[in-house]
């Protein structure tokens, strides 16, 4: 009898990349149906493959408490969380392990499996590939980060072209999602627009004021409702305090799938380069996009369904945390007009696929 084949996936985080990562656990399963999959992944990216159903096992090793150990010097308690992992590894029997992420760390990590093929990404940075015993080939830097993550497939044998992201959310969840709406009034027939103005990065960031004028036109064709996490409540106060609609305020009032479900009940989800514009695109939910700082033709959607605007300064893309210019051209260069212009393209269509994918 042929032996089952085993794998391992290391990517610990962001949620973005995270769900980049999943076409290849489908692939996998495409290609290997009886194989047995396991996903290596931190603790705050966990929820975007709890459900996955090409996913056989998640086992969570908390990248951030590694790291903020290591930052305080509280190295026996770091080495305790290495010895568990590699303890727990050991049991597992892998045969091939998939580093999607590409880091030192995560080379450390994909080492600590002991499967015999180790295959990283071609390329990277920090000698992931001294932990390695095969890579996959480098590919050009303009290319999406879904191919990219996909090309480490290559050394087995298997190519797709099928891009779309995987996020399968709980019961649980859509039933948060559900109750939240009744509770904040929103009839099953109305039309819901989110947005979403928190990013990583500052300089990803679109204008409050912006969000604010948005909101104020939308308000007259679907209920408005603001999400992000407990660290974005300022920024949601500055937006409805800018505002003259009523704004249903979800942030910092869901865990990372119940805001996954909220995504899933949206008519459109307004939002710039971060997690949730992944969420929603994974969720098959129409989005408007603004992109500055960062590169759509990498970082984007892949999908039908969503419009992206990207701005036309000579600066961009810098790839920076920070806006070089001190004055956030890119950003501010994508006006609430085009934005409101976008928005009611999309929730005018009657189906998310009549909608035709543009850059501007």
């Not at 990517?11 to 990349?17: A, F, N």
């Not at 998939?98 to 760390?105: A, N, Q, S, T």
């Not at 995504?263 to 939910?285: C, K, R, S, Y």
Request: charged fraction near 20%; aromatic fraction near 6%; hydrophobic fraction near 45%.
């Amino acid at each position: 009898m042929v032996k089952i084949k085993r794998f391992v996936i290391i990517r610990l985080s962001s949620i973005g990349d995270v769900l980049h990562c999943t076409p290849v656990a489908r692939a996998l399963k495409e290609k290997f149906p009886s194989c047995h999959i396991t996903w290596i992944v931190g603790q705050v990216s966990y929820p975007m493959v709890e459900c996955n159903p090409f996913i056989d096992e998640v086992y969570v090793w908390s990248r951030e408490r590694w790291e903020k150990l290591m930052r305080q010097g509280k190295f026996i308690e770091a080495w305790q969380m290495w010895r568990q992992l590699k303890k727990d590894m050991a049991k597992r029997d892998f045969d091939v392990a998939l580093d999607v992420h590409g880091l030192f760390l995560s080379g450390m990590v994909t080492s600590a499996t002991k499967a015999p093929r180790r295959i990283g990404l071609g390329g990277t940075k920090e000698q992931n590939g001294l932990f390695m015993t095969e890579q996959a080939p480098i590919l050009p830097q303009d290319i999406h980060v879904i191919q990219r993550y996909l090309s480490v497939l290559r050394p087995l044998g298997i190519t797709t072209n099928h891009y779309g992201m995987t996020l399968s959310l709980s019961d649980e969840a859509r039933r948060f999602a559900a109750q939240f709406l009744s509770e904040n009034g929103v009839a099953p027939d109305e039309k819901l627009v989110i947005i979403n103005p928190a990013t990583t990065w500052l300089a990803k960031n679109w204008p409050t004021e912006f969000f604010a004028q948005t909101a104020d036109v939308l308000a007259s064709q679907a209920r408005i409702m603001i999400c992000g996490g407990p660290g974005d409540a300022d920024l949601a106060k500055k937006i409805k305090a800018c505002t003259n609609v009523q704004i249903i305020d979800a942030v910092g009032k869901t865990s990372l799938l119940e805001m996954a479900a909220l995504l899933e009940q949206a008519n459109l989800l307004i939002v710039g380069d971060t997690g949730p514009l992944h969420m929603a695109v994974a969720l098959g939910v129409p989005t408007v996009s603004v992109f500055g700082a960062t590169d759509p033709a990498k970082f984007g959607p892949l999908t039908a369904g969503n419009i992206v605007l990207r701005s036309k300064v000579g600066c961009r893309p810098c790839h920076k945390t920070v806006c070089p210019q001190k004055d956030m051209r890119c950003m501010r260069s994508l006006r609430p007009e085009t934005v409101i212009g976008a928005a009611r393209r999309v929730l005018a269509a009657s189906h998310a696929a009549d909608i035709n994918r543009s850059d501007q």
